[in-house]
């Protein structure tokens, strides 16, 4: 059993949209659930609906993970998409749900900063601690660190992971949890694959120590 299968937050459901229409006007989700239109060109309304809206699940899973808390990741995701509706005319293309993501990120970053700057820990301090714990392994294989986290209880592992510096926790969600490759975890995260790697080993081996702590 895969930590995504044990551990599954509530997804966000923003406001339903409206029936298409010839010339529709799309939705950006708010914090309560209301819809808000705005009215740019068309063809920035269906660049926006078909790459921004079927990410709006996994958007709030990440921000989820990396604010805490269901209404503080409402409020990113609606800068979020705020963000990603100004910028749609931008996206070249490929994986939207990469693209989206990381619009998600670089706003939650901006949001922690501005509201809980004492508790992130900045990329740049743990550079030195993963270039002396890289692990050249296979990642992919089972251990008894996946094993014992796979079968954690929801709770116990969802509170372990909160506790994960910041860098560590995206890494851990983005791969174990929403289950994305390296190649595009290293895409959102601005960061080589390599560091990708040593950041999910590190962060299972943080993980199974809070899990077994008494």
Not at 35 to 63: C, E, I, K, M
Not at 140 to 157: G, S
Not at 182 to 188: K, P, S, T, V
Request: aromatic share 6%; with cysteine.
């Amino acid at each position: 059993m895969s930590t995504a299968a044990v551990l599954r937050p509530q997804v966000w459901h923003p406001g339903g949209a409206p029936a298409p229409r010839p010339t529709p006007t799309p939705e950006r989700p708010r914090a309560n659930g209301d819809p808000v239109t705005s009215h740019p060109g068309g063809d920035d309304r269906a660049r926006f609906a078909a790459v921004v809206q079927p990410n709006l699940d996994d958007a709030f899973a990440l921000a989820r993970w990396l604010t805490g808390n269901r209404t503080d990741a409402e409020d990113v995701v609606q800068e979020a998409c705020l963000r990603a509706y100004r910028a749609i005319g931008t996206f070249a293309g490929g994986n939207a749900r990469a693209w989206m993501l990381t619009i998600v990120r670089h706003t939650a970053y901006t949001w922690l900063r501005r509201n809980r700057s004492a508790s992130l820990v900045m990329v740049d301090d743990l550079e030195a601690v993963e270039r002396a714990h890289a692990d050249p392994g296979d990642q992919e294989k089972a251990t008894p660190e996946t094993e014992l986290i796979a079968k954690a209880d929801a709770a116990r592992l969802e509170t372990a992971i909160a506790d994960l510096p910041a860098p560590f926790k995206e890494t851990l969600v983005l791969r174990d949890v929403q289950g994305l490759d390296y190649r595009e975890i290293a895409q959102i995260t601005d960061v080589p694959i390599g560091t990708v790697m040593s950041r999910l080993a590190r962060a299972r081996r943080r993980l199974v120590t809070l899990l077994t702590k008494d």
